[in-house]
Nanobody
Framework: QVQLIESGGGLVQPGGSLKLSCVAN????????VYWYRRAPGKERELVATITSGGHTLYPDSVKGRFTISRDNAKNTVYLQMDNLQPTDTAVYYC?????WGQGTQVTDSS
């Protein structure tokens, strides 16, 4: 049974940074594209970062230049570095690979 486990969320002031991690209990993260999504209260789920199996990365305009997705195959981990965080980034962040999802990690504006 594949499991994805996110961590790294928390309270952050505007302009601050957080680094989220998504760890898999197998090598699935290196075999498929991996996606970070978020769901803010009262809003639809939003795709915020993609990394393909070949390492190509994609971002929507809402986070481009502030978020960076990366992967460490040796650690079966995908990261989401989030810089210059804003109150609008408050959401639960989810990792997705193939048809597996993590449980989510909360990112909250502390202002």
């Amino acid at each position: 049974q594949v499991q994805l486990i996110e961590s790294g969320g928390g309270l952050v002031q505007p302009g601050g940074s957080l680094k989220l991690s998504c760890v898999a209990n197998g090598r699935i993260l290196s075999a498929y594209a991996v996606y970070w999504y978020r769901r803010a209260p009262g809003k639809e789920r939003e795709l915020v970062a993609t990394i393909t199996s070949g390492g190509h990365t994609l971002y929507p305009d809402s986070v481009k230049g502030r978020f960076t997705i990366s992967r460490d195959n040796a650690k079966n981990t995908v990261y989401l570095q989030m810089d210059n965080l804003q109150p609008t980034d408050t959401a639960v962040y989810y990792c997705n690979c193939y048809y597996y999802w993590g449980q989510g990690t909360q990112v909250t504006d502390s202002s």
